[in-house]
């Protein structure tokens, strides 16, 4: 069975700089979801949401636009401002477990609320004709509260469902639970996606031991912390190329680059950088050390020294 690769939206991180350097340095990913779309209040999409999916800025990419939306209005102005750039899809994000978000019954605080659902997707439907997909967790505060949702997703020809094997409640914490998202997959009658946890090629494999029906996996912190792992799931092996850490040189000399010229000032670029290496510091022989030296670069030459050093060591 081939297996299609999916990068899950990190806001923060999987932009289309990252992204574009990404699929050149790495590859293995097959559809890259875009961070999602938020309106304040007005239908007006923001300058850098625009720029991100910009057509020109994702050339070679294969990119799905996503939202967050508890509202109607919106997710009707947004599919028709993709469907304008040229996107056929539209992903609706029903898995943000963040409280501020979730308690105003968006993200995961929207799965309990089967009514608003109905709405949205029944005025998509009939209103446009924006391909929608979505993107979930199983429920806020427990993982049964998607059983109710699946009747009502099953009125629509919803593209396909990815599950992130957790609930709201539980953030990051704890594991996935993999018996309730067997659960999702006797249940519903729609194509579904696995998502949660695919740190390694082991753990890849494991779950498609576990699952064999699933064919589209989707993976997000575990592609920033080793960011060979799609290519390695692609190629079925544990090996890394030799040349891994050069590669990987280049590949953050490329970001590191980009988003230095784009952000403004030093503390911005700071934050950026070590926000990557927070994750990044898992592909290092120890990971702790890695991560202190970049906190203590307090400028940016000492910066440029700390990343020479660190890739030195592992050459
Ligand atoms: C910093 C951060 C930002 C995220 N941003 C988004 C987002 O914009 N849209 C989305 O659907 N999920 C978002 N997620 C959730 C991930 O896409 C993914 O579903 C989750 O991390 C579980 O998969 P993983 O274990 O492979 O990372 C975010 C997660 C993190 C940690």
């Not at 991180?13 to 097959?30: Q, S, V």
């Not at 946890?197 to 498609?208: G, H, K, N, P, Y």
């Not at 403004?264 to 950088?273: A, D, E, L, R, S």
Request: proline share 5%.
């Amino acid at each position: 069975m081939n297996t299609t690769l999916l990068s899950s939206p990190l806001q923060g991180f999987t932009d289309f700089r990252f992204r574009n350097a990404f699929h050149k340095y790495f590859g293995g990913i097959d559809t890259f979801y875009s961070p999602y779309i938020k309106l304040n209040g007005k239908l007006v999409v923001k300058g850098s949401y625009e720029r991100d999916i910009l057509p020109e800025n994702n050339s070679t990419l294969q990119v799905i636009p996503q939202i967050i939306t508890n509202d109607a209005e919106e997710f009707l102005f947004v599919a028709k401002y993709v469907k304008q750039m040229g996107y056929n899809e539209l992903n609706w994000n029903l898995g943000c477990p963040y409280p501020m978000v979730a308690k105003s019954g968006m993200g995961s605080g929207l799965i309990c609320n089967t009514e608003r659902i109905r709405e949205i997707l029944d005025r998509a439907h009939s209103e446009t004709d924006i391909i929608v997909s979505m993107k979930m967790r199983m429920g806020y505060e427990n993982p049964s509260e998607i059983l109710d949702v699946f009747p009502i997703l099953e009125q629509f020809p919803i593209k396909n469902i990815a599950i992130h094997a957790r609930i709201g409640k539980q953030l990051y914490k704890g594991g996935v639970d993999l018996d309730s998202f067997q659960r999702c997959l006797d249940v519903s009658k729609h194509k579904l996606y696995y998502n949660g946890d695919i740190t390694s090629v082991e753990a890849f494999r494991s779950l498609q031991e576990r699952f064999p029906s699933i064919d589209h996996f989707m993976i997000g912190r575990g592609l920033i912390a080793d960011p060979f792992l799609p290519s390695m799931i692609k190629n079925n092996t544990t090996e890394y190329p030799e040349n891994r850490f050069e590669i990987f040189e280049e590949f953050h000399e490329t970001i590191y680059r980009e988003y230095d010229a784009y952000l403004q000032g030093p503390t911005p670029i700071k934050m950026k950088m070590l926000g990557f290496w927070e994750y990044f510091s898992e592909s290092f022989s120890n990971p702790q050390k890695t991560l202190k030296k970049i906190k203590k670069a307090g400028n940016s030459k000492h910066y440029e020294e700390a990343v020479k050093e660190i890739f030195k060591s592992e050459k």
